[in-house]
């Protein structure tokens, strides 16, 4: 499988598509220096490096930061208002991603624990695999 | 070779022209030849020898088309700034004075048009540069959205009071409701309505948000020698600096935890006063890009005017108001009460209160800064000053 964004364009990310699709959380790391990118890279502006393993990682982190959107922006109207937006800093590894929060949302806050699973999200006619985050 | 451009530019002519949002009586290209001939008028020149164009922000109008309209006899240079939303707005003052000083082009037209039937609605044809699959799967598709979970932890992490960001809404109405032009004309901040009106995307409500508006500017560039020929008093460029630095840029949100809350200035900030030989202590009045409230108050942080910890003592809407305030910003309205066509009017503002032309005079004002759009990818600013 290759991997297509709907939006926008796409860079080095190609296996973490095909993986968050297929329910797992993989992520690129430089096998010259060790270092995790995030936007994923095809040279490692570091070390110089080509080479990069994807390995697959745990959906668990703290919240960096939120926001809960109000308003109906165009393309949005596949979820229900209000709904949160996280941004997570991994335990595992240096990388943030965004998730939609889901369930309780009364402990959200920056530095707030998480744990997350896989979803799509309707985005107009399409489904967008994406990340739900819990709050532990 | 190094040349510094300081002080070897300016701009002659402004025009602009600012509608209701889906109101605009001509389409895009329309509003902008009329904004485009009102800048030439201002400044006493014919449209025709215009000969250089540029603009930012994925502007639509591509200036050859403009050439039948405009008379246009050479067309000898034109270019635009890399970048989506209001980042590059200044870098195309660096780009017009270049292309002047190196003899690329003799009058160049800076511009930007917006109009709702042609581009759809601004928050949609200013986010469609940055639109991608990681945003739109977690309902992320305006720069409201962004630019609150990075004002979240302006407030909740770097502990900046979010009162600061009232003072500054304050200070735009105040100077937007004595300026005609202004969608905010006659029409004071009603604090109780700032405070409880509908959230758009915690932690802003509506009043933090910029205006949409239709609408096109155009500023006439020409060098400081053609300048002073023309009708109005030159306003010329000091400084311009557009960039951004390792740790900040189109990284999905991964952007240095130190970087991540400002508006991406640092890159820039000694680059744009050290041009000019200026600190921000010579500045005598802001124009200050504000797309929302926040990124407003992390771009003056990054300018120098304040830090994390003063910033409640400098953002106060006695200081940031004309006349009598210490800093007076955005003396026209800006994006928040005068109007947003993606930000142009903080440039027009620019150069009109530099002229004495401004609803809300800074007298003796010498020096202006424009800070251009915060929280893009790359970012612009630049220093314009009077003799």
Redesign the interface.
């Known amino acids: 499988m290759m991997a297509q964004m709907v939006n926008g364009q796409l860079g080095a990310e190609g296996p973490y598509w095909d993986a968050l699709a297929q329910g797992r959380l993989m992520l690129p790391r430089c096998n010259g220096c060790g270092k995790w990118h995030w936007p994923a890279v095809w040279r490692c502006g570091a070390c110089g490096s080509w080479d990069h393993a994807w390995h697959e990682q745990p959906l668990a982190g703290t919240v960096f930061t939120w926001t809960r959107t109000h308003h109906r922006f165009a393309g949005t109207e596949g979820l229900d208002l209000p709904y949160a937006t996280a941004l997570v800093l991994l335990d595992a590894v240096p990388i943030r991603l965004n998730g939609l929060i889901e369930g309780d949302e009364s402990a959200l806050a920056i530095g707030a624990a998480v744990t997350g699973r896989t979803a799509f999200t309707q985005f107009g006619k399409d489904k967008i695999p994406s990340i739900r985050w819990n709050l532990a | 070779m190094s040349i510094n451009l300081s002080g070897k530019t300016a701009i002659a002519g402004v025009g602009y022209r600012q509608y209701k949002r889906g109101t605009a009586p001509l389409p895009e290209r329309g509003l902008l030849t009329r904004a485009i001939v009102d800048a030439c008028e201002d400044a006493g020149f014919d449209p025709a020898d215009v000969d250089g164009f540029v603009s930012y922000g994925d502007d639509h109008n591509e200036p050859v088309r403009l050439m039948s309209d405009l008379g246009t006899k050479e067309l000898n240079w034109s270019a635009q700034v890399w970048g989506g939303g209001g980042g590059g707005i200044a870098g195309t003052l660096g780009l017009a004075s270049a292309a002047i000083l190196t003899g690329q082009a003799k009058a160049v037209v800076i511009f930007r048009a917006l109009a709702e039937g042609n581009s759809g609605?601004l928050?949609?044809a200013v986010m469609a540069h940055?639109?991608?699959?990681?945003?739109?799967?977690?309902?992320?598709?305006?720069p409201?959205?962004v630019c609150?979970?990075?004002a979240?932890?302006l407030f909740?992490?770097h502990g900046v009071p979010r009162s600061v960001c009232e003072e500054l809404v304050r200070a735009s109405y105040f100077h937007g409701s004595r300026n005609p032009e202004a969608t905010a004309y006659g029409k004071e901040l009603d604090l109780d309505v700032f405070r409880t009106t509908?959230?758009?995307?915690?932690?802003f409500r509506l009043f933090d948000c910029s205006r949409e508006n239709d609408g096109a500017g155009a500023l006439l560039m020409v060098s400081d020698e053609m300048a002073r020929d023309l009708k109005k008093k030159p306003v010329k460029l000091l400084s311009v600096a557009q960039g951004t630095q390792q740790g900040w840029g189109?990284?999905?949100?991964?952007d240095d935890i130190d970087l991540?809350a400002t508006g991406g200035f640092r890159a820039i900030k000694d680059k744009l006063y050290n041009m000019a030989g200026l600190t921000p202590a010579d500045i005598d009045v802001v124009q200050l890009y504000e797309n929302f409230s926040a990124q407003g108050i992390a771009s003056l942080i990054d300018h120098g005017f304040c830090t994390y910890e003063n910033v409640a003592e400098v953002v106060r809407y006695e200081n940031l108001i004309a006349p009598g305030g210490g800093l007076p910003i955005n003396t026209s309205g800006g994006n928040l009460a005068h109007g947003f066509v993606h930000g142009f009017v903080t440039a027009v503002e620019s150069i009109r209160c530099l002229r004495g032309e401004s609803p809300n005079p800074v007298p003796d004002a010498k020096t202006c800064l424009l800070a251009g759009g915060p929280g893009a990818p790359t970012i612009s600013s630049a220093i314009f000053g009077v003799d």
């Open positions: 609605r928050a949609a940055h639109l991608n699959d990681h945003m739109v799967g977690v309902g992320l598709v305006a409201a959205q609150a979970m990075r979240q932890r909740d992490y509908r959230w758009i995307a915690e932690p189109d990284l999905i949100e991964n991540y």
